[in-house]
Antibody, heavy 126, light 108 residues
């Protein structure tokens, strides 16, 4: 099965920056990183799931939630099976677990999270 | 943007049937996906495209979608089904992935 491993979570001050990474592995026949749309999903402590950003398999279509647009940048390196999220001007309410999520299809539309990582914890606090 | 509404909690006795609704304007025209999240774990996709079960999802789980409500139904509920359940759609108008607020299923 596909495994997703997030890293980069840390304690950061409000207004600070952080870069998250997600490494994908375990692909079997019919599945590959570069044909899979990817998303970042956040979950604040005790709260629900909140979508942050998504990118198509080829990296040519990118979407952001309204709250992070202009401050966060999602990107992928298909040669390294890696997804990234550059976060700037972080806010306290953006603390939580950040999950790397993979679809089985290339397009972001109709996104379904077939595979989830264990999450990496971001704490935004002074 | 598009809003999905779920009850905060649903309670059911073991062996009974749990019904978890997900409301949205004309949600029947959209594809709905359902996730199960047990305490301390990552979410797990259980139903996609309204009613398709993933390979690991028991047949006791089923989904439907019509009008303004999509529904996740769990038959013969077991203690191990206790979890938070989230519905999700792709909103083409805003180009956003949208999650419902989640429903905590309690098995009494």
């Amino acid at each position: 099965d596909v495994q997703l491993l997030e890293s980069g979570g840390a304690l950061v001050r409000p207004g600070g920056s952080l870069r998250l990474s997600c490494s994908a592995s375990g692909f079997t026949s019919g599945t590959s990183f570069d044909t899979s749309a990817m998303s970042w999903v956040r979950q604040s402590p005790g709260k629900g799931l909140q979508w942050v950003a998504a990118i198509s398999g080829g990296g040519d279509y990118i979407y952001y939630s309204d709250s992070v647009k202009g401050r966060f940048t999602i990107s992928r390196d298909n040669s390294r099976d890696t997804l990234s999220l550059q976060m700037k001007n972080l806010r306290a309410e953006e603390s939580g677990a950040y999950y790397c999520v993979m679809d089985r299809r290339q397009q972001v539309n109709l996104f379904q999270g077939f595979f989830w990582g264990r999450g990496t914890l971001v704490t935004v606090s002074s | 943007s598009y809003v999905l509404t779920q009850p905060s909690s649903v309670s059911v006795a073991p062996g009974e049937t749990a019904t978890i609704p997900c409301g949205g304007i004309n949600i029947g025209s959209r594809s709905v996906h359902w996730y199960q999240q047990k305490a301390g774990q990552s979410p797990l996709l259980v139903i996609y495209f309204d009613s398709d079960r993933t390979s690991g999802t028991p047949e006791r789980f089923s989904g439907s979608n019509s009008g303004n409500t999509a529904t996740l139904t769990i038959s013969r509920v077991e203690a191990g089904d206790e979890a938070d359940y989230y519905c999700q759609v792709w909103d083409r108008d805003s180009a956003h992935v949208v999650f419902g607020g989640g429903t905590q299923l309690a098995v009494l």
